[in-house]
């Protein structure tokens, strides 16, 4: 049984920094993309920044230059660095997981291609 498992989270002011974990259990994870999305109460879950097996990354606008996204593939481990927060930032944030084998022809941007999420972890950005 995969797991995804988010940590890190917590309340900053506005200008701190905080680094999210992914711990994945249960699956071959060097072989998948992860990606961290976001998600505030009535609107869809956004796509913040994703890395592949190799470690290319990509990011969303509004994150770009301010996150990074990272993993370790010996420790199965994903992390989200989060530099110069904004309130902005505050919302519930996700790591998920796509397995290639289930391809559905999106991009690692498409929500609909990830196959595991975690629970979810709050940040709370204050001015």
């Known amino acids: 049984q995969v797991q995804l498992v988010e940590s890190g989270g917590g309340s900053v002011q506005a200008g701190d920094s905080l680094r999210l974990s992914c711990a994945v259990s249960?699956?071959?994870?060097?072989?998948?993309?992860m990606a961290w999305f976001r998600q505030t109460p009535g609107m869809l879950r956004e796509f913040v920044a994703g890395i592949i097996p190799s470690g290319t990354t990509v990011y969303s606008d509004s994150v770009k230059g301010r996150f990074a996204i990272s993993r370790d593939n010996a420790n199965n481990m994903m992390y989200l660095q989060m530099n110069t927060l904004k309130p902005e930032d505050t919302t519930v944030y996700f790591c998920?997981?796509?397995?290639?084998?289930?391809?559905?022809?999106?991009?690692?941007?498409?929500?609909?291609?990830?196959?595991?999420w975690g629970q979810g972890i709050r940040i709370t950005v204050s001015d």
């Open positions: 998920a997981a796509d397995d290639p084998r289930t391809y559905l022809g999106g991009t690692i941007y498409s929500r609909d291609e990830y196959d595991y």
């Open positions: 249960g699956g071959a994870f060097s072989r998948w993309t």
